[in-house]
Each structure stands twice: as structure tokens, then as C-alpha cells.
């Protein structure tokens, strides 16, 4: 009776609020993610195919293309690792300040990343603290691609933390002791044992941090320079392209970083989800 | 390989009041291929004992001897046990033959087989714990039953000296846990390795063990054959863990004791207030009071399970309902019903309220 008063073959939902709840949700999607990237698409609509081209393969920006992935894998990377030991010791052990630094590492999601960017560079400058002891041997880290990937992963270590953080700590000890019981040396149990378990989350952190970095605006500026061709990032042109009153070209550009983080987002989640597929024995 | 557990305690937590000893001084010989089942309610520190065996907890003090070895200091991975886990631990990314696979392929370079070698053994494992077929699958693609198999294998690949059990059918449903005990017994008939493992279970521990270890309170309450063990249960609290009890608590005058409006002859017992015990089973009912034992009850529920029939019997001379287990040929001869009034024989009563546990025989005929 209570299905025919709901229209025929559509079944009442135990969870109430369902129409609600998913009408609010698709409003706000609409309103803060999809408006903006629509007038993103309605400016691109100003230009013509050659014309877009020709914006998007400028030789300076070509090259802000390099530095920023450079800058961008490597602060993954250099994440992917510090992230993971990070991780490993808030799970793993006691200490005393734990809880501080725990709190510490959302600090960079807190901190205003013009912020970190000013710290940095003040840090790294050749008369900074440790600019200065760099200096004399040779290494310089502001305004250059170290320094951008610096920066980088500074504001992206968040993300490989907290995604390792709670997959680390379902981890059940058992595992561990299954492992050490078999004879496993502490290398083989980990590479073998611990960190295939870690490995989708380690992943998405990892990719995480790799997209968040590619579009990183406020902390790279001020210790990258902006030197055209060597130390330029993607979002930087943007900026300069803005400031030209050049909003197509600015939305081209944009066009671009949009494109990249996205099909990489959705190249994590489908690899994620296969991975898990994988587990409970869907593989054909 | 024999093991010799020597003074082992343990005791957590920092010095002061909410500090708990989980193991008091601890002695226990196991001979070579001997089958030993710890037994004990949660908290007995019954695991605490395996863990220590099995190099994955330390004790506090106290030796643990594999025949001539001391592996007291001995780090887990090098003391060539086998360990099985409640909740299986097998490792979910590797496929069945991977997880079995796991201890031979850990082995330093120049100790691990071949390829081949560790191939034809993952395989003679697996056709041991009857899994040939499921080589490939993924442990998320087994039931717990195979799942706990394949943890076997995989604890046996190495020819442990050991093989340590820790509750390992306790996550699984009653008829898997029968089968797999079963299993595990013609295993260790045919492969002879000595094997400890934990259990709160009397049964599993009286059907697999060939020694039961009780324990409780972080001490060893009894050590013996299963047999021995239900005949001669050395305290009460042993009596009490191995099955159900019945209590009669009343006071003894010239060898008759009387609670209420109840009372039965009990030759050779001092007189004054006695706590005795009965199993269920040791209880026989009639229609009449014989001149020597008065006990009437009312059957309060009947649950005709198996090869016997259980009842419930009330009493107002009784603080908590008994449990009588009969034939059925007993119950049809009586034609018990819910309500019925009876009269309770017991066949012999357990005293532990003594510095010996004794068996009293209570005088039946007139």
C-alpha cells in the first residue's frame, strides 16, 4: 500500500530526508563549484580553437609548465616519504608532545599560505638563516626550483599524513606479529606487509599533494622569483595575465590547470577503487 | 620439541595500585609432541602465557626452555614457532598461496629454496588443509573456516618447532569450529609437532587437548588429562569451569543434612554448614521420597536437545534453579511435564569447602 502511494516499482527509503538532502547538496555544488566553472567556459568561448592554441603553447608558458610539474613531483615525492614517516610515528609510538605535533601538521591547511610563502623566502634568501649557511656552499634555494618545491611541499604534507594517518591505525597489530612470527626481518614485514596495506592511501595522499601543489599560488610566489622561463609557475602566469586585464588568456591558462588536476583526481579514484575491487576478489 | 616454562610472571602497568599481575609465577613442562589446551574464563591470563611463549610479549622474569634451548632472549623470528591468530591475520593483499608462501620466501638468500622448492611445498601445504583449488584466491574470498586453514599452512610452511594457537576457532560458527577441531587432531596425529593453544571452551579443550592447563587469576588451577580433569577436578574453581553445577547448602546433623523443608543422608560427613556440588547429570529423579533422601522440586522447563533430556527444577528450599540432564527414556517413563512434582536422587555430591576435594556417596537404599 505505502509503495503504491509513492508511484508504482519505487521503493520507500528507510533514511528520511533523502530529496532534501540531496536537493541542498546539488544546489551548493552548483553555486560554489559548477557557476565559476562556467564562466570559466563562457570566457574560453571568446577565442577560437587557433587562437586558444596559441595561447596555451607561449614558450614562457610552456616552461611555467615545467618548473610548476617539476616543482610538483618533487614536493609529492619528498611528501610521499617525510609524509609516511610522519605518520608511522604519530601511530606508531609514544612520545611526550605527541599531541603537539600532531597538531602541527594541519598546520599548513590552517596557516595562510602567503604566509608560509613570506617565512620561506625570508628563511632561504641569501641573507635569511639558513639562506646564509647555504650560500658559501654554493646551494641556493630561493629563486629556483628548490625553492618552489619547497614551498610546495610545505603546504601539501597534510594530505599524505592525514590520509595514511587512520588507514595506519585500523592497521591491526596482528598483521605485524603474523609476519615477525614467520621469520620476516623488519625491511621484508614492511615492504611486504605493512606498506601494501598502506599503499592506497599513501597513493591518493601522494596524488593529493601532487594536485594541490600544481595550482599552489600564495607560498611559491615569493620564494620562486618569478623569473620568466626558469623559476615562473602556471598559477603565477595567470596572476600576470589578470593583471593584464587579459581574462581570456588567464581563463586559458586555467583551462589548463583545471583539466590536469581533474583527469588526475579521477585517475586516483579509479585506480583506488580497482585496487580495493582487487581485494575482495574481483579480478577476473 | 618439549617446552619448559620456568617461574614466568608478568605484571602490567607501572608499580603502585593500578598495576595488574596478569601471570603469577608460572612453571609447565610440555613434552615433545604433546597437544596442551590453556584453559580459563577471559582474563585468566591464559593468552599473556602463550604471547610469552611466543616471544611476542617479554616476561618480567622466569626461563622458557624448547628442549636444550634457552629462548628466554630469543626474538620471535628466531625462535621457530608457529603462531595462529583469532581473527586469522592473514595478509588480505596476497593471494592464498602468497600468504603461505610468506615464511620461505622471508628467509634470508642462502636458506630459502627454490622457486621451485618452496612451490611443490606451498602446494603439499595446501593440499594438507584441503585448498589446492583456492590457490590463487584472495583471503576476502574465503569463508573463516578455510580462511583459519590457510593460517595453518601458512604457520606450519616453516616446520615450526612450536605450533601456538591462540583461540583459533573462537571467531568461527559451531559446526565449522567441530569440523575444524576434528581436523586439527588428525593433523597432529599424523605430524606429531607439540602444539599449545588457548581456548575458553571446556569442550574444545577436553575434545583436543592431551593435557588441559585451567587457569585463573594468572595461576595454574590444575594440570591433567582431560579424564582426569572432569573426574578429579582438583578445586572448585575447576569444577565449577568444566561444565554446570548444582549447589545444596544446608546444615548436617548426625550425617543428615537438612535445607528447608528438604533433607538427604549423606554417610561420613561432620556435622555443621556444607556447601556441596552435583552436575546435572548426576541427578536421577522419581515420583516417591525415599526414606533417605527428601528432595522435591518442580520441573520449571524442559529442553529435550539431543541425546538427553535438560530440566529445569525449582524449589523453595532451593536459592538457584537446578539443572538435571535425564534419558529420554527416564523422561517418558515419568511423564515429565512443565509443573510436575518430583522427587531429585542425587548419585553423588562434591564437597570443596574442605582442604581435600572429596566425593561423597549419598546412602540411596532404605
Known amino acids: 500500500m505505502i509503495v503504491s502511494a509513492f508511484g508504482l516499482g519505487r521503493q520507500r527509503r528507510v533514511l528520511p530526508g533523502f530529496g532534501l538532502s540531496l536537493g541542498v547538496s546539488l544546489t551548493f555544488v552548483s553555486l560554489i563549484l559548477l557557476l565559476p566553472l562556467t564562466s570559466l567556459v563562457g570566457q574560453l568561448s571568446q577565442l577560437s580553437w587557433s587562437q586558444y592554441w596559441f595561447l596555451i603553447t607561449d614558450p614562457r608558458l610552456l616552461a611555467s609548465y615545467g618548473v610548476t610539474l617539476l616543482g610538483a613531483g618533487v614536493a609529492a615525492l619528498f611528501n610521499a616519504a617525510f609524509g609516511l614517516l610522519m605518520a608511522w610515528v604519530l601511530v606508531r609510538y609514544d612520545f611526550p608532545g605527541k599531541r603537539l605535533v600532531d597538531a602541527l601538521m594541519d598546520l599548513p591547511f590552517a596557516l595562510p599560505t602567503a604566509v608560509a610563502g613570506v617565512t620561506l623566502a625570508t628563511l632561504y634568501s641569501s641573507n635569511g638563516w639558513i639562506g646564509r649557511l647555504l650560500d658559501p656552499l654554493g646551494l641556493s634555494v630561493a629563486y629556483t626550483w628548490v625553492g618552489i618545491a619547497l614551498a610546495m611541499a610545505f603546504t601539501s604534507i597534510p594530505f599524505v599524513v592525514r590520509t595514511v594517518q587512520p588507514v595506519l591505525e585500523d592497521l591491526p597489530a596482528e598483521v605485524d606479529e603474523a609476519a615477525v612470527t614467520l621469520g620476516a626481518r623488519d625491511g621484508h614485514a614492511f615492504r611486504r606487509v605493512i606498506l601494501p596495506y598502506l599503499w592506497p592511501a599513501l597513493v591518493t595522499g601522494t596524488g593529493l599533494a601532487f594536485v594541490r601543489s600544481l595550482g599552489e599560488f600564495g607560498a611559491v610566489i615569493f620564494i620562486a622569483g618569478g623569473k620568466p622561463y626558469e623559476t615562473e609557475i602556471t598559477s603565477l602566469m595567470i596572476f600576470v595575465k589578470l593583471q593584464e586585464y587579459d581574462y581570456a588568456g588567464a581563463s586559458a591558462v586555467a583551462s589548463i590547470v583545471l583539466a590536469t588536476s581533474l583527469a588526475l583526481l579521477l585517475a586516483i579514484n579509479l585506480w583506488q577503487g580497482r585496487f580495493i575491487k582487487r581485494l575482495h576478489g574481483g579480478r577476473p | ?366
Open chain 2, 1 to 366: 620439541m618439549s617446552i619448559r616454562i620456568a617461574r614466568i610472571d608478568k605484571t602490567y602497568g607501572a608499580k603502585g595500585p593500578g598495576q595488574t599481575r596478569a601471570l603469577e609465577p608460572i612453571d609447565l613442562d610440555i613434552h615433545d609432541g604433546e597437544l596442551i589446551g590453556l584453559l580459563g574464563p577471559s582474563g585468566s591470563g591464559k593468552t599473556t602465557l602463550l604471547r610469552i611463549v611466543a616471544g611476542l610479549e617479554q616476561a618480567d622474569s622466569g626461563s622458557i626452555h624448547f628442549g636444550e634451548r634457552d629462548v628466554t632472549r630469543v626474538h620471535v623470528r628466531d625462535r621457530r614457532i608457529g603462531f595462529v591468530f583469532q581473527h586469522y591475520a592473514l595478509f588480505r593483499h596476497m593471494s592464498v598461496y602468497d600468504n603461505v608462501a610468506f615464511g620461505l620466501n622471508a628467509l634470508p638468500r642462502r636458506e630459502r629454496p627454490s622457486t621451485e622448492e618452496i612451490r611443490s611445498r606451498v602446494m603439499q601445504l595446501l593440499e594438507m588443509v584441503r585448498l589446492q583449488a583456492f590457490a590463487k584466491r584472495f583471503p576476502a574470498q574465503l569463508s573463516g573456516g578455510q580462511q583459519q586453514r590457510v593460517a595453518l599452512a601458512r604457520a606450519l610452511a616453516l616446520k615450526p618447532d612450536v605450533l601456538l594457537l591462540d583461540e583459533p576457532f573462537g571467531a568461527l560458527d559451531a559446526k565449522v569450529r567441530q569440523e575444524l577441531r576434528r581436523w586439527l587432531r588428525h593433523l597432529h596425529e599424523e605430524l606429531h609437532f607439540t602444539s599449545l593453544f588457548v581456548t575458553h571452551d571446556q569442550e574444545e579443550a577436553l575434545e583436543l587437548s592431551d593435557r588441559v592447563v585451567v587457569m585463573s587469576n594468572g595461576r595454574i588451577e590444575q594440570i591433567a588429562t582431560p579424564d582426569t580433569l572432569y573426574r578429579q577436578p582438583a578445586n572448585r574453581f575447576v569444577f565449577e569451569f568444566l561444565g554446570d553445577i548444582n549447589r545444596l547448602e544446608g546444615d548436617v546433623e548426625r550425617e543428615v543434612l537438612t535445607c528447608g523443608n528438604a533433607r538427604i543422608a549423606v554417610p561420613g560427613i561432620a556435622s555443621g554448614r556444607h556447601e556441596l556440588l552435583l552436575r546435572p547429570h548426576e541427578i536421577s529423579l522419581a515420583t516417591q521420597a525415599s526414606d533417605r533422601a527428601h528432595l522435591p522440586v518442580t520441573v520449571s522447563a524442559i529442553v529435550p536437545v539431543g541425546a538427553e533430556v535438560r530440566l529445569e527444577l525449582e524449589a523453595d528450599w532451593l536459592g538457584e534453579p537446578w539443572l538435571a540432564t535425564i534419558g529420554h527414556e527416564a523422561f517418558e517413563r515419568l511423564d515429565i511435564t512443565r509443573g510436575k512434582r518430583l522427587f531429585a536422587l542425587p548419585s553423588q555430591l562434591h564437597r570443596f569447602d574442605a582442604a581435600q576435594p572429596t566425593t561423597l556417596i549419598p546412602a540411596t537404599a532404605s
